[in-house]
């Protein structure tokens, strides 16, 4: 291989990798929109079942993170732009990966829904 071929297949390499992380990008207010969603939804459901506010949900005005306060633990979880992950409350941190065509929330080795990521993060406030 001649320095040209090394230099074009280098190339290459880069402009599939920046494709990947325009398609990751476009997609991670959506996915993080679920995840908020989900948590506020199962939030409701555990408060529901206990039969009083056990759990409060609120989020940050730039809507960036979230909050699942229980007493006086606050549990916080926030998106990470820049390495388009979720920092869960008690450092699990979940990466948005595009599998095939699709975007996946990983916790490696295991792919996570939104939905399974703020049932995660809810459990984890209720049972302290």
């Known amino acids: 291989?001649?320095?040209?071929?090394?230099?074009?297949?280098?190339?290459?390499?880069?402009?599939?990798?920046?494709?990947?992380?325009d398609k990751l990008d476009v997609q991670l207010d959506k996915k993080w929109d679920e995840v908020c969603q989900a948590a506020q939804k199962a939030v409701a459901e555990v408060n529901q079942e206990m039969g009083q506010e056990?759990?409060?949900f609120s989020q940050d005005a730039n809507a960036d993170k979230f909050s699942l306060k229980v007493e006086e633990v606050?549990?916080?979880?926030?998106?990470?732009?820049?390495?388009?992950?979720?920092?869960?409350?008690?450092?699990k941190?979940?990466?948005?990966?595009?599998?095939?065509?699709?975007?996946?929330?990983?916790y490696d080795p295991v792919d996570y829904t939104s939905e399974q990521i703020a049932?995660?993060?809810?459990?984890?406030?209720?049972?302290g």
Not at 1 to 21: C, F, I, P, Q
Not at 74 to 91: E, F, K, Q
């Open 54 to 56: 056990y759990i409060r």
């Open 1 to 21: 291989m001649d320095t040209s071929d090394w230099a074009k297949n280098l190339v290459e390499r880069k402009k599939k990798e920046l494709v990947k992380d």
């Open 119 to 127: 049932r995660d993060e809810v459990q984890r406030a209720f049972e």
């Open 74 to 91: 606050d549990n916080v979880v926030c998106l990470d732009r820049a390495n388009r992950a979720i920092r869960g409350s008690r450092d």
């Open 93 to 106: 941190t979940y990466r948005l990966m595009l599998v095939g065509e699709t975007p996946v929330w990983k």
